[in-house]
């Protein structure tokens, strides 16, 4: 089974190290793993059955480290449901192989367009729930009781103790933070202005073409789950400028030092216990 061989040569690299936390960085947000401390850097091609990420802005490595005083593992590249082919394994095997090398958490970082014009480029939001568009789930098919049951509830998927520490993270940072609802769309055309009229009339806030898949994966599982969103731009049809690629790299890289701040932060009150 390639988790545990993954598992076996993430322990040969950095023996005995137990991360409490797992970091998924999204697209233009991997400069936070340039802040880990006595780092190990694992490609994603020396790890069977993980992805190669194929999109700009996605490097695929994990990096196994401290950060603000607590051991993690970073995901530095995901895979996306535009990529089509076998996707879905590959997705399972970087949240599961996180779950075994024994994270409680997994934090989830992406970029989004906004769909509240008060929430601009450059802010960052704590995600409170998702609509699922993506008309794709990677826990389709048969299931591995192993990892968790058929059939899971979706409430409080995004763990409330979790967020709360983001929201006291964001206060003692200085970082506003607010909250929303992310939709996930399934790209890779960035949406028409007729459906972000409808993702806005149906309580979404944000639209992005990630996070959804891993948090099944994570709750499936019993990992708690907190996620964030870079907006890096107003979604389509809500200003003048068309989202691009170019322009999501750019703003995440913006944003990415406020983002890699309310991490830290959130990191430190976890090494402070509660
Ligand atoms: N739509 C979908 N995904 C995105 C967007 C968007 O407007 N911005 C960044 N990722």
New binding site residues.
């Given amino acids: 089974m390639s988790i545990d061989d993954a598992v076996r040569i993430i322990a040969a690299r950095r023996p005995g190290f137990r991360p409490r936390v797992a970091l998924v960085l999204g697209?233009g947000l991997g400069a936070v793993a340039e802040r880990i401390e006595q780092p190990t850097r694992i490609s994603y091609a020396d790890l069977p059955g993980f992805p190669v990420p194929t999109v700009a802005g996605h490097s695929g490595s994990m990096v196994l480290g401290t950060l603000g005083g607590v051991d993690v593992v970073c995901l530095n590249g995901r895979v996306h449901a535009y990529e089509g082919g076998d996707g879905a394994a590959r997705l399972r095997v970087l949240v599961r192989t996180a779950k075994q090398l024994g994270v409680d958490a997994l934090v989830l970082t992406n970029?989004?367009?906004s769909m509240r014009r008060e929430v601009g480029p450059g802010s960052l939001v704590l995600i409170r729930d998702h609509i699922n568009m993506l008309g794709f789930n990677p826990l389709q098919g048969p299931n591995d009781e192993a990892w968790g049951p058929r059939f899971f509830s979706m409430r409080d998927a995004y763990d409330p103790a979790l967020a709360q520490r983001f929201r006291q993270a964001a206060a003692s940072a200085g970082i506003a933070l607010p909250e929303g609802v992310y939709l996930a769309?399934p790209?890779p055309n960035?949406?028409t202005p007729a459906e972000i009229r409808a993702f806005r009339t149906m309580g979404a806030d944000l639209?992005?073409?990630s996070t959804v898949p891993e948090v099944l994966v994570a709750r499936h599982c019993g990992l708690s789950v907190a996620a964030l969103s870079a907006v890096?731009?107003l979604?389509?049809g809500m200003s003048d400028d068309t989202?691009s690629h170019d322009e999501?790299l750019a703003q995440g890289a913006a944003i990415a030092i406020s983002l890699e701040k309310l991490i830290l932060a959130f990191l430190e009150s976890l090494k402070h216990g509660v």
Avoid: K, L, R, W
């Fill in positions: 697209s970029a989004a367009g769309y790209g960035f949406e639209v992005g073409m890096t731009n979604a389509e989202p999501t």
